[in-house]
């Protein structure tokens, strides 16, 4: 499949694909439609022709009040269903299987790791050691794996023009696996409902080469902000990421909120708060009566918590 | 003192205050629409000393007839309706000219969309769907009431509780926020302290209690109360159905009462069932919910489904085709419904094959929903088709609803569901079964059966004009929700930045207003028969040439249905009589009939119900333990009291029930062609067919 020419400068759904999972999926959307179409059309075709046929006013087809079966029809209406929903139950497997979201789309994919907050995600770049705050910024043509979860209540992170959505649930991680195919510009977002910002809970993707990425990198680990249990707590209070520069004192600064990974283990740290903590209401994320100062983060535990893989 | 009176529900709590101290346009809304409640109320109560209507309005609350239950739950359904109309219309028109923020505020719409959905599926369509089956059924097997009348008030009173809950949500406190479907962590203690998701989980879960109640009643009755030689595969398809959502509302609706339990535990008690924190787990919460909630799809569709045969047959004249197909069909249906939960969060991170497994389980579905349909045509083919109102909602209902199925199928697909779930494609999905499906098959019903029920037909025009402005409203609502779904709009947005979307949001926000004139003309509709119920007026009580037992009574039909218990031989057992000219043959013998006397059971358990959903919600729990002592000795005082009956003479049936038959004998009636005009008094005269 070629890419269609781009009709938007960002690309918002997978109607305009940047990627191999929105364009198989685009796909497999027209397939389904004309598969099912089999069935359908006929519906659409037979109703206005039957009514007309045996309408009551003027009618051109026999009267048979007591016709109530005929085995040739009987099988066609059972069999044509059939035959159809085993070539799309095919289909769905085979589908379902390839565009897994759990399954790498190259070998040593970019790790990113994911935290869902109300109303902004925190896109955590181990490697890198570094943060972006509503920022994806990935190379072009290099398989991506995120790692996701949240500090509130659930998410769901879909990247319509390159993938799907996820789930991203408290104490649990998910993954989503990813490749985009070309550069250029797409909206993320969370599509679960998480309350008064929801709405508002976006995010830029750049799918950039090689060079701008690492550019992209170098300037972030060069910021003058590091995201540690303090400043996490503070990302941690309702609003988006520009109501969040407030209270990090960067009101003025334009772009997204970059900062170096001041904790390498603050991820691990996230999922360990709800195993070992009991939870009040002044340290949970998303309650009205959180407080940041009040919702430390527990260590990391010694060994990796347990995946959501089943 | 206070707050041990009135736990945490103070001054400003009511919604009417808050007007006052911080007037705008939401504070306006919510406040008209409180409004609504205490003006409303008063209204009635005038009208009531008016028209000196107390004693009929407490002989129809204390009734256990299966028709007048019936009845009230459609009212009910009705005046539900009106608020799920306006509030939809408010979404809707917020989202045409909601780029970069509509004039609703985002708290105001978060609970306009969870009460929209919970009121439409709880307390509009149930109640709708429960009131058809409550009317029709006995009617249709031969019997004189349901097994159990006096549960079956109960079960109104528990749905009734439900509805004060929502209802009275609007002007104590708030609802909550979480969507119908409630999700915690986001419902949650921690998250969500107020009154919003009590409100919430009381009102769903007493109602679903009543639910679980009208399952067990409608079992017992299709099982055990039909009349002689009425055996299974004789039953009419509105019964088949009927008796399939029964065993779905048995066994579907505990989870939801599990889980509303559940959460309520975690909220009062803190308990750690669904919690972020302690071992607990949101994914429960959703599993249960989806339990309950994807047999709950088609409790409200399969007895639409029932209406359609009826009317198929019916208004073509001729017999179902297929039946044993439609039988197994709907069977098929039942037993699939319990096996595809897991499709409403595909996005969950579960193994692959999981989801494949379940994405197939509801492609499966689709094979008997399109026998049904097939079925449904077949009928029609070698019929002579009158175009009624009925006819109209099942033209409608077939094009639509094949659009409604090809979008399912799309979201059946585990790969297309990571793409389309939480989308305005999936919201216009459920309106495109649920609109065509579901509130076609009702009001299609609803003017099938209501000269049956109240002797007079409904205006044709306006029905008709009805039925119109309900298809073309749903098409531009709805369809083009499609569109903005696949351009990636979500669900329960308050407002969007993409200026793509706007020419969509603004064709819906008018369809959406075309929907509200729909709703208009249906309260029209019923107005304007009522004021010309003397020209309309059926009393033989077969004005659509009926083939099925109700018909076999006059109009309205008297308290105890039939004078004497129908003998069935056949499948279409009225249109075999009317063939033979048996069907208004005097008969010899007439007996004494018992019915079961006026209650006050429900309307008790309706009041101890509300107060206990009331003073849980805000903390007083004085008045929640009174009341829930009070359900109980209820309960126990009922099944001590001896059990009350009034008896109806020999003599006094015999009177009736004889000048109907020689008034029926004496007369000529209508042919078809006089179907949906004066002269139609509601007895069939052999139809004049002409064969090309």
């Not at chain 2, 599993?287 to 045969?309: C, Q, R, T």
């Not at chain 2, 107005?527 to 009926?546: A, E, I, Q, T, Y």
Request: include cysteine; glycine fraction near 8%.
């Amino acid at each position: 499949m070629t890419d269609p020419p781009l009709t938007l400068a960002i690309a918002e759904s997978f109607l305009q694909p940047m990627g191999p999972v929105a364009a198989e999926q685009l796909r497999h959307l027209k397939l389904v439609t004309l598969l099912t179409m089999i069935a359908v059309v006929p519906v659409l075709v037979a109703t206005p022709w039957i009514l007309w046929r045996y309408r009551r006013s003027k009618p051109t087809g026999k009267y048979r009040p007591n016709w109530e079966s005929n085995r040739v029809l009987e099988s066609l209406m059972w069999g044509v269903p059939i035959l159809v929903v085993t070539l799309m139950g095919v289909s769905l497997w085979n589908m379902t299987f390839r565009l897994d979201p759990y399954k790498e789309l190259g070998k040593d994919p970019l790790q990113i790791h994911v935290i869902g907050l109300d109303w902004k995600w925190i896109f955590i770049y181990p490697d890198e050691g570094v943060a972006l705050v509503d920022e994806l910024v990935v190379p072009e043509g290099r398989a991506v794996e995120l790692t996701l979860t949240t500090d509130t209540v659930m998410q769901s992170l879909r990247i319509s023009a390159i993938v799907g959505q996820i789930y991203a649930m408290p104490a649990m991680t998910t993954k989503l696996n990813f490749l985009a195919a070309r550069q250029g510009e797409a909206t993320g977002m969370n599509t679960q409902f998480t309350g008064n910002g929801f709405w508002k809970q976006k995010f830029q993707v750049f799918s950039v080469s090689q060079e701008e990425y690492e550019a992209r990198m170098k300037k972030a680990q060069a910021s003058d902000l590091a995201l540690t249990a303090d400043t996490y707590a503070l990302l941690a209070v309702q609003g988006t990421a520009e109501e969040a520069k407030k209270s990090l004192h960067i009101k003025d600064r334009k772009g997204p909120i970059e900062m170096v990974l001041g904790d390498s283990k603050i991820f691990q740290r996230v999922l360990a708060r709800y195993m070992v903590e009991d939870m009040t209401p002044e340290s949970q994320p998303g309650s009205p009566s959180y407080d940041p100062a009040k919702s430390p983060l527990p260590a990391a535990p010694e060994k990796p918590m347990m995946d959501m893989k089943m | 003192m206070f707050e041990a009176l009135f736990g945490r529900l103070t001054w400003d709590s009511i919604i009417l205050v808050q007007e006052f101290e911080d007037p705008n346009l939401n504070t306006f809304i919510t406040a008209g629409a409180a409004a609504m409640l205490p003006v409303g109320g008063a209204l009635v109560v005038a009208l009531l000393f008016w028209m000196k209507w107390w004693k009929p309005l407490f002989e129809w609350l204390t009734s256990v007839d299966h028709k007048k239950i019936g009845t009230m739950y459609i009212i009910f359904a009705v005046i539900m309706l009106f608020r799920g109309v306006v509030e939809g219309i408010l979404m809707r028109v917020n989202q045409a000219v909601g780029l970069n923020g509509g004039f609703l505020s985002s708290d105001h719409f978060n609970q306009l969309f969870t009460t929209h959905g919970t009121n439409m599926i709880f307390f509009v369509a149930m109640p709708f769907l429960i009131g058809l089956i409550n009317i029709v059924v006995p009617l249709q097997i031969g019997a004189r009431d349901v097994a159990f009348p006096k549960l079956n008030q109960i079960s109104l009173g528990l749905t009734a509780v439900g509805g004060f809950l929502i209802m009275i949500s609007l002007l104590v406190g708030e609802f909550s926020t979480g969507g119908w479907t409630g999700y915690p962590s986001f419902t949650g203690r921690l998250i969500n302290p107020g009154v919003g998701p009590d409100y919430y989980i009381l009102s769903i879960g007493i109602a679903g209690l009543g639910s679980t109640l009208t399952g067990v009643n409608f079992a017992v009755t299709i099982y055990k109360m039909r009349t002689a030689g009425m055996s299974f595969m004789r039953m009419p398809l509105f019964t088949w159905t009927a008796l399939c959502t029964s065993i779905l509302l048995i066994f579907a609706m505990p989870p939801l009462t599990a889980c509303c339990l559940m959460l309520g535990l975690d909220r009062y008690l803190g308990f750690h069932f669904f919690t972020n924190d302690m071992g607990g787990n949101l994914m429960n919460y959703i599993n249960l919910f989806w339990m309950f909630g994807h047999p709950e799809v088609y409790i409200l569709i399969l007895p639409a489904f029932g209406v359609m045969s009826e009317i198929a047959a019916t208004f073509s004249g001729k017999r179902l085709y297929g039946y044993v197909g439609l039988v197994a069909a709907t069977m098929c249906i039942a037993v699939l419904s319990f096996m595809v939960w897991l499709h409403h969060f595909f996005t969950m991170g579960q193994s692959t094959t999981v989801n494949a497994a379940f994405g197939i389980a509801t492609l499966l579905i689709a094979i008997p929903t399109g026998v049904k349909i097939y079925d449904w045509l077949a009928t029609l083919w070698g019929g002579r088709v009158r175009f009624t109102t009925p006819m109209l909602y099942l033209c409608g209902f077939f094009v639509l609803f094949a659009i409604g199925g090809l979008s399912g199928v799309i979201l059946a697909n585990p790969t297309l569901d990571y793409q389309l779930h939480n989308s305005l494609f999936l919201v216009a999905h459920f309106h495109n079964v649920i609109i065509p499906g579901t509130l076609f098959g009702v009001l299609a019903g609803i003017y099938y059966w209501f000269p049956k029920i109240y002797g007079f037909r409904l205006l044709d025009g306006y029905s008709r004009i009805t039925a119109f402005l309900w298809a073309f409203g749903f098409i531009l609502a709805f369809l083009p929700l499609y569109q903005v779904g696949m351009m990636g709009m979500t669900r329960r947005t308050v407002a969007y930045e993409n200026p793509a979307l706007v020419p969509w949001m603004v064709v819906s926000g008018i369809g959406a207003l075309f929907l509200g004139l729909a709703f208009t003309f249906v309260l029209l509709t019923l107005w304007r028969s009522v004021v010309n119920r003397k020209k309309l007026m059926v009393p033989f009580g077969d004005p659509w040439d009926g083939r099925t037992l109700e018909w076999w009574t006059p109009a309205p039909t008297p308290e105890w249905n039939f004078a004497v218990l129908p003998k069935v031989d056949g499948r279409d057992a009225f249109t075999e009589a009317k063939a033979k000219g048996t069907a208004y043959q005097p008969i010899e013998k007439y007996e004494d009939i018992e019915m079961p006397a006026n209650t006050y059971y429900g309307l008790i358990i309706a009041a101890l119900g509300s107060g206990l959903g009331f003073g849980l919600v805000w903390y007083m729990w004085w008045l929640a333990i009174i009341c829930f002592l009070g359900c109980i000795v209820t309960v126990i005082t009922y099944a001590f009291l001896p059990e009350r009956k009034k008896i109806i003479s020999a003599a006094e049936v015999r009177e009736i029930d004889e000048a109907w038959r020689r008034a029926a004998r004496e007369s000529r009636g209508v042919t078809r062609d006089d179907e949906c005009n004066e002269a139609n008094q509601g007895l069939a005269r052999p139809d004049i067919i002409t064969n090309p």
